[in-house]
């Protein structure tokens, strides 16, 4: 059963009459699985795709996890903007870097962290691998790997700043923009689209006063991101 008119409306008000992988206008509603598969005609299973898109990963299988994934991150986006979070006039950039996120092989970067490296120069590090990696391989997939040689304490753990650089700046700063990140402790998988808008800075600061005063005094034409973890 095709989709409704009414569904079909909705579904392209939804996306801003855009296509949710490359933000092209001019687009159709697909079926993300198709009828012949068991999909169904609602809104849960219809996408916006231009016929480019539609053409290189409609038929895929494969790729239909992250074409939802893609979709309602492309829907969040645009009922921000509705809300008025995002400014109304501003335009909709096509984006068709935005292929490179299906691609079946992602770019697998590695650090090895010495034992003079502190909290803050890995930080700095990873930061920097991330930035240059979305520079030369813009918005596809990235797996992050970490080895750490020493930072033990008396007890065989990990010393203060190896046990927050994984399991706080990494988790909740760095895994956004990562599909998968690999460390000692941890094999993990990101559970919603990897994000590719990465600061133009990075900054840690040891508390909200610091920043604020910082942002007062930089970061007026700056996208910047603060990491404000508990760092001694």
């Known amino acids: 059963m095709p989709f409704s008119e009414k569904i079909k409306l909705e579904v392209k008000k939804k996306s801003c009459f855009r ?4 933000h092209k206008p001019f687009v159709e509603i697909h ?5 012949s598969a068991g999909g169904n005609s609602f809104h849960d299973n219809a996408v916006t795709l231009c016929s480019s898109c539609h053409d290189l990963f409609g038929g895929n299988p494969d790729k239909r996890k ?3 994934q893609m979709r309602d991150h492309w829907y969040e986006q645009m009922e921000k903007r509705y809300r008025g979070d995002i400014y109304i006039n501003d335009n909709i950039n096509e984006i068709p870097e935005n292929i490179n996120m299906l691609k079946n092989k992602g770019i697998a970067l590695y650090h090895y962290i ?3 490296e502190d909290f803050n120069t890995t930080a700095q590090i990873l930061f920097n691998l991330l930035k240059n ?4 391989n813009p918005n596809q997939k990235r797996f992050l790997y970490l ?3 020493g930072h033990r304490n008396s007890a065989g753990g990990f010393d ?3 046990l ?3 399991k706080e700046y990494m988790l909740e700063f760095l895994m956004q923009f990562f599909t998968e990140i690999h460390t000692p402790l941890y094999d993990i998988s990101n559970n919603k689209l990897q994000r590719n808008d990465i600061p133009e800075k990075f900054f840690i600061v040891d508390n909200a006063k610091e920043a604020i005063n910082f942002l007062k005094k930089e970061s007026k034409n700056m996208h910047i991101e603060f990491y404000s973890g508990d760092v001694e």
Not at 19 to 22: E, G, N, R, S, Y
Not at 31 to 35: D, Q, Y
Not at 133 to 136: A, D, I, N, V
């Open 19 to 22: 296509c949710v992988i490359c």
């Open 31 to 35: 079926h993300i699985v198709p009828e």
């Open 66 to 68: 992250q074409i939802k």
């Open 114 to 116: 010495y034992e003079h």
């Open 133 to 136: 990696c979305q520079k030369h």
């Open 147 to 149: 080895d750490i040689e």
């Open 160 to 162: 203060n700043d190896m």
């Open 164 to 166: 927050e650089l994984q």
